[in-house]
Structure formats: C-alpha cells, structure tokens
C-alpha cells in the first residue's frame, strides 16, 4: 500500500491524469446504465402524460359538445314554438334545428310526465322519458341536466341526452326540453385528432362497452370486454390516471385516461389514448446506444487530450480557473482568470467565468441599490404616514432622498393660498454647510406656472432635470446658486388627485447630465408620497363627511353623540353638570316653501354663525337635518342651560337676510341636563328632544325635560299599539265617581272614567294612554263604546228606581266630528234612555280649538235636552265674552285650583271669583280634587254646588255602584233638582 502511494506521488503528473480519465470512465459506464433506465422510466411516464394530456384534450372537445348543448336548449327554453308545446310547430322547428346541428341524434319536448310533446324525429308510437335520468334531474333541479350514454327510444342511436327546464311566470316546470348527442360525433372528434403512429383512441363506458374507437372504428364499436386489462385499470382507478395494459387489439401500449364530461356529470364513460411501448422503447434504445458510442468518443478524447496537452496546455490554465473559483467563492466579486483569448474549451470556460463574475458583480450593484430603493420607499412611506401635515411629510422626504441618493440640498415648494404662486416651505434639508443663505434667498421667492424651476414643473406636472442650473436661463437664483456651488439641479412634482400639491427641488454641488435612474427613483418617491397624502386627503373628506352636516359643516348627529359621550365622562370625573340643547327653527317649512328650497338652504347656512356668536368656545353647536339643531354645553346646570337657550332666541329676534327679502325665523328649545335626566348620551338626546316636542305642545319658547310628561318611551308605544285590540277583547272597564250636592248633602251625578285592565300591566288608569287614543284614530271606536257602557248601566240604575245621570266627557276631536249628534241618537234610542240620562262633559281648550264648530255641536246637544258641563275651566283660553255665548249649564273647577285652596290665599281667590262668575251667568259651579272635609266645608262655605273627589269617593267599577250606594251616608237624588 505505501508503494502505491509513493508511485502515486511521483508519478508524472500525466500519467495520473491518464488514470483519472481511466478510472472515470469506469462509473461512466455504470451512468449509462443507470440512465438508460432511467431514460425508460422517464420516457413511460413522459409518453403517458402526452398521452393524458391528449386524452384531456379530447375530452375537452367533447366537453365542449355538452356546454354547446347547454346553450342550444337554454335558448329552445325561450323560443314560443316551444315554449307552447305546439306539436306541429314545434316539430317542424326541431327538425329544422336537426339538419343544422348534425352532431346531434334528435331534439325534442317532453311533458313533466315524461311524455313526448314533439320531436325532430317523427314518432312512430308514444314515446314515455319519464325513466331518463336527464328527464329526472331537470325537473327535480330546474336546470340543466346531463344523462347517461344509451340508446335512443326515437332515434335507435347511441347518443348521451341532455334536458333543460322550462319554467312557467310562476317558476314551475312547465316541459323538459332535450337534446341526443349522436356518439358518433366523438369519432368525428377521434378521427380530427392526429395521434402518433401506433396510436389508439377508444372510448369505453363503465361496462367495457367500446363506444368509440381510432383508428378501425366500425371494427370495434358496441363490443362489450368487461375482462379487457385496460377496461380493469380504468375501473380500478375510477378517475383519470395513466397505466400500462394490453389494449383490445393485443398491443402492449402506454394509457392516459379521463373521464368523459368530468364535470359532474355522472356519465361513467372515459377516453383513453394509448402509445405502443415497443416504438417508445425502440426510441430510447437508439439513444442508449448512441450514448455509449459518444462515451467511448469522449473517453478517448480525454485520455488523449491528457497525453498530449500535458501541463503547458491544461494545467496551467486550470490552477488560474481553481485561483479565480477560489477567490470568487470567498466574496471577492472582482476575481478573474486573466485567461484572454484563444478558443479552447478552457479558455471558453475562462471567459464563460469572468463573464459570469462580472454578471455577478453587476447584480450585486443592483440588488444593492434596489435593496436602497426599496428600503428608502418603504422608510418613506413609514415616516409620510405619521407625519403631522403636508409640511412635515416633505421636509421627512426631503432628508431621506439626499441622505439615499447623494443630493447636497433639498427644499420644497407649496401652492400658496390664492392657488396662483408656489412659495417655499418650511421643510427643508441640506446634507452639507453653507447653504443657509441659498435657503434664505429662496424662501424670498414666489414662483407662477412656468416660472422658475418650480414654476416649470408645477406647469407641466413632469420632472425636470438641469445639468447646471446656473447655466439656466430661466432659473432666477442663479447667482446665489454660483455664490453656494450649487449646479445639477432636479425638481419633481407631488401629485395627489391629479393636482400638484407641492414641488420638490434638489441640488448637487458639481454638474451632472440627467441620470434617468436618479430621476426615476426620486419621481417615485415623490409618487408614494402624493399616494399618502391623497389616501390622508379621501380619509380626510370621509371623516369629515361622516362627522359633519354637507350642508351647514356644522357637526352632524354622530358628532355630536361622540362629543356628548366624551363630555359625560369628563363631567362624571369632575362631578360637572352638562346641558343639552336642541331647537326647531319656527317657519322654516313656510320659508322652504315661498321662496325655495335653495333659500332655505341659504337660511340654514346662517344659523350657524348667528348662533356660534351667542356660545361660548368649547360649546358645540350641531345640525340634525332639516330645521333640528342642537347646543352641547359642557360644565352648565338648568338656570344657566335657559339663560344660554333665552340668548339664543333673543338672537333669532334679529331678522335674517335671504333672497333680497327680511325673513324672520323664530325657535323653540328643549332643554336636558346631565345628571337629572339621563346618565348616557342616548338617553339624554332622546330627554332633549321630548322637552322640544313637549314646549311645541305647549306653545312655549323653550322647556325643560320633565319625566312625568315624558310619554315617549316602550311601554307608551306597546299601550299605543294594543288599543285596538283592548276594545274588541273586551279589556276597558268603566269606573264612576260620584258628585255631591253641597248643600242637601245628596248624591246628584256620576261620571264615567274609563279603565284599561292591561293583561301584562294591571290597571292601567287613564293618564297613561287616554292621550294616545286621539293620535291612534281610535276616539270615535271608544267613545261609542263609553256611550254604550255609560247607558247600560243607566238602565240598570233606572231599573233599580235609580235616576242618577252619568256624565261621559267628549274630546276636541268628538266636537270636530259631524257624525256626533248621530251617534249619540242612534245610542239613546239602542237602550231606550232619555237624554236626562246622561251629562256630557266638554274641556275649555277642546271647546277653544274651534269655537265656531264647537258652539253649533253643544247647541245641538243642548236642543236634545243635555245637561253640558266645561271641564277643567280655568286652564284653557276662553273668554268671558265667548263664555256667555256658550250654551252650558256647568263648569268644574279644575283641581289644580282646589288642592291648595287651604293653604293659598290666591287659590282661594280665584275659586270665589270664579264661583261668583257662574253664579252671575246662571251655571252651577262643580268642583274636583276635593280630597277631605275640611275642604269641602271651605268650599261650601265659597257657595260652590258640586264637588267630587276622593273625600266622596274614590272612583269605583260602575257595576258595583249599586251596592256602593248602600253603604255611603249620602243618599241618591231621584231626580234632577
């Protein structure tokens, strides 16, 4: 062994070489070998995917049959012929579509029963498809549906059918329009199909049976081979694949194969192509051999190649190759051979080197600078979108731009506010000394469209280069650009929307010709920085319109309710009160009328300013929409909330300008206040808007939110709602509270007060959901029903021998209704009563809502024979003068004046002078609210004649007034004094 190795050692360098090309050639051949086999390998599975993508390729076409038959029947579903199942114009129509269409076996129509309606073909019997799958699936899914290959009933054919539905206005299957594709048109495709010598297309269905075939088609169609290798395969598989079987014929032959339509259509038949494997192979042996034939070539070559070049020619040359490999693979990007000129594979291999050194060098530098690129756009875009303003993001781009591509200053021009002159901004960056006084003579300029260099790009939206500005004839800062060294100069523009929003400008201390790169990389940055601030501007403008009024820029509803929400927890940390405003302007709807909407937009535009004078700074005024504003004050209580809602009407005293005319414009104001009225934003907005709807009511300026006039809320819209329903089920119940004569200490009267027994909420006494009844539309219903429970109850009282009226009271909408005086006719005459049965009770401010009205309806009632009572007098606008027209035998003091009677000498006051009123015009006087007998003594005392209360009785259910009667110390009058 160590002779070996000393032979080995000193042996001539040659003679190694010589045994290095030996011994190479030993694994050579066991390559070739290998590679032979691998060829074979590789050459079945490439022959075998040629032959699947050919069998895709078929099957592609014959996919393409079933979309086309797809389309011909949606556009038949559509035609009238059909669409009427006319059997001789549909059938001359098909027929016709037959002839075009010859890939096709037959079209036809058939009923949802499966019955044939009409045919291309002429039907020799009825013809039933109600079995045919594609007949099934149409009318199942109400669309397109493929079937199974088969036989024609009509056309005696091997075809694979297709239906459509036919649908009616309502979406029914009305018929299954249908289509047989002839399997003779896939031999048609077959046969177009140019396949390699030795080649096979078949198609076979799930049976083995051959349903098409090339070439020899007619040799092997219909012929059933369950147990064929390539039928077996194919079954196995289930899908598309490749195999090596023995094909029908006998020949061994490489498959790929597909499944027909493999969309889904379920038709279980699929297409194979077949190369024979003796020509596949026979062509990879030719090539095995070859192969050995050039490796003896080779080796040879190479051994003489050794002998002879010896180390002057090869070996030299490779120790410069293994240098310059050595010194590239350790990262020295500038290693080459040296080895120039000649022709030799060496030489070439030297150059192939450097050239691909220098390639690397090259990509290097690119990658490099790409990596810069990337990283300053990526930096940029960081440091743009943080960046507070327009100002700030220039001035950032500006330093990052000299820092990466080598410019010594750069400055940036902005369109001032007249949008006519480019002015210096702020922001600048120099990356060497002595170009402050440069900066300052710019920051002295203001450059027009196509002024300057700023101006000239601004003017034409495009960069543009200067090799040396002081050279320029229209650069201006020439000779302080000399004074500074500046030379090279670039400007490009910042686009955002299409509008230049500001012009960056650079500067090089030595000339440069125009550096397409430079300038494209910097035009780029300049384009994500007018990409930022154009998405900042859209964000801008969204949240702006998303928090704003378009109208009036006045903060909008959502604002408004974010401020609010903000506000409430600085007040809860503070324990601050805050006030919420909100007003309607008055005569707005008649502005918008007379003088147009655009006017009143006008108008709108107007209160802002008008009111913003009237607030303080940290006060927000928002818009609602329409004539609705709202006031946010933060740190104010009620007392101050009215004195700020005072000073704003107060300012809409002052007539407003608007279309060459004086318009006056007046407001109403409700007013909430955190904490009293509501802990949450919501709560307090909706409590702000009730107080408006509320002094709206009320015919007053402004209103404070009081939760026991809130009628707004769940439970009032549920009560609302289920009216209707509470009259027919039978819900109302009527109570009764008895009037006292004061003077004979008889019980005189009744009156009628109407329940609801709420199946969820009990009792629910009348404050609660009497107000709704005229806005549900439900008075006339109801009070038909009072009329009829009141009389009921009067005849049973008059059965009894008591004669004690009952008093129904009747609304400004009963006043207003022209069919009243029917009503309660056609209610008397029902049970029989006398209009003495009943007093009808009538508000002041309903009597006062139409006064003309109102007195023709109580003369009516009067003629009848009523007695007519006003309710709650004192609390309405009536006047003396209108009183003693009024055809009345009563009034009710109403009890606001009663309870503090006691203790309040004006209450006093006003229950003498009223008693003594209606003492004069001849009406008794009944009092309410009468809730002891001190009181009722006092009243007595006043000469009042009725009084009713709780000290009498509270109210009670009518049906037990009866036995109520027989316990009280009061006896009944029997009849009207």
């Not at 297409?271 to 596949?280: E, F, Q, R």
Request: some cysteine; aromatic content about 8%.
């Amino acid at each position: 062994m160590s002779r070996l190795r000393a032979f080995f050692s000193f042996a001539p360098l040659r003679a190694r070489l010589l045994l290095l090309v030996l011994l190479a050639v030993v694994p050579a051949w066991g390559l070739m070998l290998y590679s032979a086999g691998e060829q074979r390998r590789t050459a079945t599975e490439g022959i075998q995917q040629n032959a699947l993508r050919l069998a895709r390729l078929v099957a592609a076409s014959h996919d393409g049959l079933i979309e086309g038959a797809h389309q011909i029947l949606m556009t038949l579903a559509q035609v009238p012929s059909i669409r009427e199942t006319e059997p001789r114009t549909c059938n001359a129509l098909l027929a016709q579509l037959l002839k075009q269409y010859s890939s096709y076996a037959n079209f036809g129509v058939a009923s949802p029963r499966g019955d044939v309606i009409c045919s291309a073909l002429p039907l020799a019997r009825t013809v039933n498809l109600a079995d045919r799958a594609y007949v099934r699936d149409a009318l199942r899914s109400r669309a397109f549906a493929i079937g199974e290959y088969q036989i024609g009933r009509i056309s005696g054919k091997p075809s694979v059918n297709f239906g459509y539905p036919i649908l009616d206005a309502a979406g029914n299957v009305r018929a299954v329009v249908f289509a047989a594709l002839d399997l003779a048109s896939i031999n048609h495709v077959a046969a177009r199909t140019e396949l390699p010598e030795g080649a096979a297309l078949t198609v076979i269905d799930r049976n083995g049976v051959i349903l098409a075939r090339h070439p020899a088609p007619a040799a092997w169609i219909g012929k059933v081979l369950p147990e064929a290798p390539l039928v077996k395969a194919i079954q196995a598989r289930g899908g598309e694949g490749t195999t090596e079987a023995q094909d029908v014929d006998g020949v061994l032959r490489l498959y790929g194969f597909t499944p027909l339509a493999a969309s889904g259509s379920g038709l279980g038949v699929f297409l194979s192509v077949g190369m024979p494997k003796t020509l596949v192979f026979a062509q990879v042996d030719r090539v095995f051999r070859h192969s050995l034939i050039a490796l003896a070539i080779v080796a040879l070559l190479a051994l003489a190649a050794a002998w002879i070049g010896s180390d002057a020619f090869i070996l030299r040359q490779v120790r410069a190759l293994v240098a310059a490999t050595g010194r590239l693979a350790a990262g020295d990007l500038h290693a080459r051979t040296g080895m120039g000129g000649g022709s030799g594979e060496l030489n070439r291999l030297a150059l192939a080197f450097d050239a691909m050194a220098g390639s690397l060098q090259a990509r290097d530098a690119e990658a490099r600078r790409a990596a810069e690129e990337i990283w300053l756009l990526q930096t940029m875009t960081l440091a743009i979108s943080t960046a507070p303003d327009l100002h700030a993001a220039l001035a950032v781009a500006l330093q990052k731009i000299c820092e990466t591509t080598g410019w010594s200053l750069g400055q940036a021009w902005t369109p001032g506010r007249d949008g006519r002159t480019l002015a210096c901004s702020p922001g600048w960056f120099a990356g060497v000394a002595g170009l402050d006084e440069f900066r300052r003579l710019s920051g002295g300029f203001t450059f027009a469209a196509g002024e300057g260099l700023p101006g000239r790009v601004w003017r034409e939206k495009a960069p543009l280069w200067l090799q040396d500005a002081t050279q320029d004839a229209n650069f201006p800062r020439a000779a302080a650009a000399r004074t500074a060294g500046l030379k090279a100069a670039l400007a490009v523009p910042v686009l955002a929307d299409e509008e230049v929003v500001a012009v960056m400008e650079f500067f090089m201390l030595e000339p440069r010709p125009e550096d397409v790169r430079l300038e494209q990389l910097v035009s780029a940055v300049a384009a994500q920085l007018g990409a930022v601030i154009q998405r900042k501007h859209a964000e801008d403008r969204v949240r702006h319109l998303a928090y704003f009024d378009a109208l009036t820029d006045l903060p909008n509803r959502a604002q408004l309710q974010e401020r609010l929400q903000n506000a409430l927890i600085a007040a809860r940390r503070d324990s601050q009160p805050l006030a919420l405003l909100m007003f309607a302007l008055e005569r707005f709807q008649e502005i918008n009328y007379t003088l147009g909407q655009d006017n009143g937009d006008q108008l709108l535009r107007q209160i802002g300013p008008r009111v913003h004078a009237l607030l303080r700074e940290r006060d927000t005024l928002a818009h609602f929409g329409g004539r609705h504003f709202a006031v946010l004050l933060p740190d104010v209580g009620a007392q101050q909330a009215a004195e700020t809602g005072i000073r704003i009407l107060k300012g809409f005293e002052q007539p407003f300008e608007n279309a060459g005319i004086t318009v006056e414009v007046g407001a109403i104001i409700g007013i909430a206040v955190f904490p009293g009225h509501g802990e949450d934003a919501a709560v307090l907005m909706r409590h702000a808007e009730v107080a408006l709807y509320k002094a709206q009511q009320d015919g007053r300026a402004y209103a404070l939110y009081n939760a026991e006039q809130d009628f707004y809320n769940p439970r009032r819209l549920q009560l609302m709602g289920e009216l209707r329903s509470a009259i027919a089920e039978r819900q109302l119940v009527l109570y009764c509270q008895p009037k006292l004569d004061l003077r004979s200490g008889e019980i005189v009267a009744m009156e009628s007060l109407l329940r609801w027994q709420h199946p969820a909420f009990g009792l629910v006494s009348p404050d609660a959901f009497v107000p709704l009844i005229e806005s549900t539309g439900l008075i006339g219903p109801l009070t038909q029903w009072v009329l009829d429970a009141a009389l009921i109850h009067c005849h049973a009282w008059q059965q009894a021998d008591m004669r004690v009226p009952v008093a129904v009271n009747l609304s400004a909408h009963n006043l207003a209704d022209p069919r009243l005086i029917d009503t309660i006719r056609n209610a008397l005459a029902t049970w029989g009563a006398a209009p003495d049965w009943l007093d009808l009770e009538i508000t002041e401010s309903a009597i006062m809502g139409d006064p003309a009205a109102a007195l023709e309806q109580l003369k009516q009632l009067k003629d009848i024979g009523f007695r007519l009572f006003i309710d709650d007098f004192g609390t309405g606008q009536s006047s003396l003068a209108y009183l003693q027209k009024l055809p009345v035998d009563a009034i009710k003091i109403d009890k606001s004046f009663i309870q503090p009677l006691l203790t309040d000498r004006d209450a006093e006051l006003i229950v003498r002078s009223t008693t003594e009123l209606g003492h004069n015009l001849g009406l008794k006087v009944v009092v309410e609210g009468v809730e002891n007998q001190a009181l009722c003594e006092r009243l007595k005392t006043l000469g009042c004649d009725e009084a009713q209360g709780y000290y009498v009785s509270p109210p009670i259910p009518t049906d037990q007034f009866i036995d109520w009667s027989k316990t009280v110390p009061w006896p009944l009058r029997t009849a009207h004094a």
